[in-house]
């Protein structure tokens, strides 16, 4: 949004410095004040001008005093002492050295003192624009300068810019995190995963199991000097003996020549598994080894700018006692109440300079408010937002823009957004097409399409049987036709709430003290066997709490898993699950590759079927022969994925069908064999709903089948690349795959916005899948704003009772009431 520029040329033009070293107001003074202050302070006494030259460095400065020698001077003041220059005069090169130059001794008398005029210049052009005074008379000493300076360290810093104040700078990046905010540490507790092993049974990631190695010599005998044996578990282990054997010791160890396998005794240093494991990670090794290293990192504040990411002179730098951090971790609602107030706490001066860059920030905010985003800070990493986040950071720059006479096209703006924020969408969409452009929202909401000029419907169902237009014209207009979506929102067709709630299975799931991010040291109880709505505004810590602290911690405890949660203090009922999964919208697998049917393992049911037959009995074909992933079966032209790719260098890549398989990906040896007249790329290309009819006769791919047919999805195909369903339809197949496997009924689903993209009909479905999987003893969790899922769920819990720092509580947690969707 550019605000952050305007902000640093804010700070680099109406800024005040303070010194890091004392904490004083920096000053800068001209020759002509230098020598005012000079008159009123040592007026009548004995002063030596001096001009600094070398400041706490190392060296011998050899050459530097030939240098002054040969300019003239006599003397000079070496770490606070006065010493006459000698030839080859040098110091202690392995200590750090302040040098001044003495460029005069004299006596303060008048204004017009010509002597003291020219001394003054001198020291100043000397010192580079700085110089000392020291009063004869006590030895003390003042700096003056025409730079930034502290009044009593005399540490300077240049005149500021804005690229001091960014951290992709150089200028301005902390040196330590390199503009970042965070180092990489090695994680204890990926060294050390489970205490209760021992070192014999691998109890040290880095190390694994015991063998006879110098590494596991020297951690024995570091355990044997705490009385404890390679086969004592980790947790009964001294914390100072495991603090030696991750950061090595200062004694050398001694090997017993038995155990080295020599005639004497062996003494090693022992520097530790960290350092080891750092060498491995930063030293030039090989990609296998540093990937090796980099599974024990561990990420933490950095210690130098503690996380504020820039340089500690940029960080002095301060409008109304805040520095840049600091103003950019506010919520941009607060930011701009402190721009409101900033006015009349600037000087004149600062004033005339200020008024145009607040006024661009605070015009910039005060878009981004009126999309909803008044929780989120400056600072915030653009990874972590969300999708809809995202999209409304770019409308709102877009409606900042004042373009005229633009095509704007959005994918769902309202995902994310709760009730109370999507009107200030709706009204932000408004107003851009109030400045003359054209607003084209592919939408399911009700609320959006009441407030639209225009609407389109594509149907009337989905996959073959849709990409027809069944409507178009106003809202008024569309409630008098009789299409799936008209009949929703003219409530002829309604998802109805369930007439008993479900009472679960009396267990619970307990977090207490979860403070991550905005949330308030909060304790929240989650009933387990039910179907569970987290809701609440935007930005109230819903996802803090489940995606970032629950489901991380659940993650770690059943599947090691190295994603850190937010902090907690403790954690109860994690016996009453024996798994958690996350079921997202994301593709089903990384490579076009992936189909319905593998993810779902129908395929191999179906494999195994074609190997049967006859005709494949009698060629010996295995199951990999109707596999499209391995050599034998697919068609090696294209590698089994249907098309060759033609590179086009400076454009796209065309992808055109393979000419010899004709897309069907197997070759022709293969597509002989067939089942009921299909060969197995037939089969493929069947949709679920013809699929459900074609193996009504064979039970184990049926029962797989026929649960994608359940959750709505009979219109795609059984080989649909998993890059082409949408975010919903793969939610769905995954949702599909789970029903389908045998249950235990103590697993914690968690769903996060799963009606996004979906149309009432689809909630519908979705809803009815949920319940199967509730029904068999599962846990739901589903973070959501739809009023369908809260009108539907056994449980509420709603976070609020604002976004960002206004948010973080629980306002309520029990069964949904209809007053909660007033």
């Given amino acids: 949004t550019e605000i952050y520029d305007f902000l640093r040329l804010l700070y680099a033009r109406t800024a005040e410095a303070y010194s890091y070293v004392s904490g004083e107001k920096m000053v800068r003074y001209t020759e002509e004040q230098i020598l005012e202050l000079l ?105 003056y300068s025409k730079h930034l300076m502290c009044p009593t360290s005399g540490m300077s810093y240049h005149d500021p810019a804005p690229h001091n104040f960014s951290f992709n700078s150089p200028q301005g990046a902390c040196p330590r995190c390199k503009g970042l905010g965070f180092v990489h540490i090695i994680d204890k507790d990926k060294v050390i995963p489970d205490p209760s092993l021992s070192l014999r049974e691998g109890g040290f990631a880095p190390l694994g199991k015991a063998k006879s190695a110098m590494i596991f010599w020297q951690v024995e005998t570091l355990l044997e000097q705490y009385g404890c044996t390679a086969d004592t578990p980790l947790c009964d282990v001294p914390e100072e003996a495991i603090g030696e054997i991750l950061e090595g010791c200062s004694e050398r160890l001694r090997i017993p020549a038995s155990k080295a396998r020599t005639t004497n005794d062996v003494y090693v240093e022992y520097s530790g598994l960290v350092k080891y494991i750092e060498q491995m990670r930063d030293a030039d090794v090989g990609a296998a080894a540093q990937k090796w290293a980099e599974q024990f990192n561990g990420v933490c504040e950095c210690p130098e700018c503690k996380g504020q990411r820039l340089k500690k002179e940029s960080l002095h730098f301060l409008l109304d006692g805040q520095n840049i951090a600091q103003v950019s971790a506010l919520d941009l609602g607060q930011l701009y109440e402190w721009l409101e107030n900033l006015d009349e706490k600037l000087t004149e001066r600062q004033r005339a300079i200020a008024s145009e860059i607040i006024k661009e920030i605070k015009t910039r905010l005060r878009f981004l408010l009126d999309v909803g985003l008044d929780y989120l800070s400056l600072s915030r990493p653009s990874m972590s937002l969300s999708g809809g986040e995202s999209q409304r950071i770019r409308l709102a720059t877009q409606i900042g823009s004042q373009l005229v006479g633009v095509l704007y096209i959005l994918d769902e703006p309202s995902i994310g957004l709760h009730r109370r924020d999507n009107s200030k969408l709706i009204r932000s969409l408004k107003a851009l097409r109030d400045a003359g452009n054209t607003v084209l929202v592919v939408e399911h909401d009700r609320e959006m399409m009441e407030n639209s000029d225009y609407i389109v419907d594509i149907g009337p169902l989905a996959g073959r049987r849709g990409g027809e237009v069944v409507f178009q014209g106003t809202y008024e207009e569309m409630l008098e036709k009789d299409t799936l979506t008209s009949r929703y929102l003219k409530g002829v067709l309604s998802i109805e709430p369930p007439l008993q709630r479900r009472e679960g299975n009396g267990l619970s799931l307990s977090i207490k003290g979860a403070c991550g991010h905005n949330l308030k040291n909060i304790d929240v109880s989650i009933p387990l066997g039910k179907l569970i709505c987290i809701t609440g505004v935007s930005g109230s810590g819903k996802s803090s709490l489940i995606s970032q602290t629950l489901y991380p911690i659940l993650s770690k405890h059943f599947y090691r898993s190295l994603a850190e949660p937010l902090p907690y203090k403790s954690i109860e009922g994690l016996e009453h699950i024996d798994k958690v999964i996350n079921v997202d919208q994301s593709p089903l697998g990384r490579t076009p590759r992936s189909n319905p049917a593998t993810y779902t393992d129908v395929f191999s049911d179906i494999r195994k079927l074609f190997v049967e037959l006859p005709e494949a009995r009698i060629r010996g074909y295995k199951p990999g022969r109707f596999s499209f992933n391995g050599k034998g079966g697919r068609c090696e032209t294209c590698g089994g994925n249907g098309y060759r790719t033609i590179e ?40 679920i709903n013809q699929a459900v009819e074609f193996f009504a ?126």
Wanted: glycine content about 10%; proline content about 3%.
């Fill in 697 to 822: 006769n064979q039970p184990n791919i049926l029962n797989k089948i026929k649960v994608l047919q359940e959750v709505g999805l009979g219109y795609i195909k059984l080989g649909q690349p998993s890059n082409t369903l949408s975010g919903g339809e793969s939610q769905r197949v995954k949702l599909a795959a789970e029903l389908s496997r045998r249950d235990t009924g103590r697993t914690l689903y968690v769903l996060d916005e799963p009606t996004t993209g979906l149309h009432f009909e689809d909630i519908r479905v979705l809803l009815g899948v949920l319940g199967k999987l509730v029904d068999k003893g599962n846990t739901i969790l589903v973070i959501e704003h739809n009023e369908d899922i809260i009108r539907s769920a056994d449980w509420i819990i709603e976070m609020g009772p604002g976004g960002g720092r206004n948010g973080g509580e629980v306002l309520y947690s029990g069964e949904p009431k209809e007053s909660m969707l007033s």
């Fill in 648 to 687: 086009m260098n400076f454009l796209p890549d065309v992808y055109v069908p393979c000419e010899e398989c004709r897309g069907k990906r197997y070759n022709r040896e293969t597509l002989e064999v067939r089942f009921r007249g299909k060969s197995i790329a037939d089969v493929l290309d069947m949709t």
């Fill in 39 to 143: 008159l009123d302070e040592y007026l009548g006494k004995r002063i030596v001008l001096l001009s600094p030259l070398v400041k706490n460095r190392k060296g011998h400065y050899k050459e530097l005093f030939d240098a002054i020698r040969r300019k003239g001077y006599l003397y000079v003041r070496v770490d606070g002492e006065m010493q006459e220059i000698l030839p080859d005069m040098k110091l202690d090169c392995y200590r750090n050295h302040s040098i001044e130059v003495v460029i005069d001794r004299l006596q303060v008398q008048h204004k017009d003192d010509k002597r003291l005029v020219q001394s003054v210049a001198v020291a100043m052009k000397q010192g580079d624009g700085e110089m000392l005074v020291c009063d004869m008379a006590d030895n003390s000493v003042r700096h």
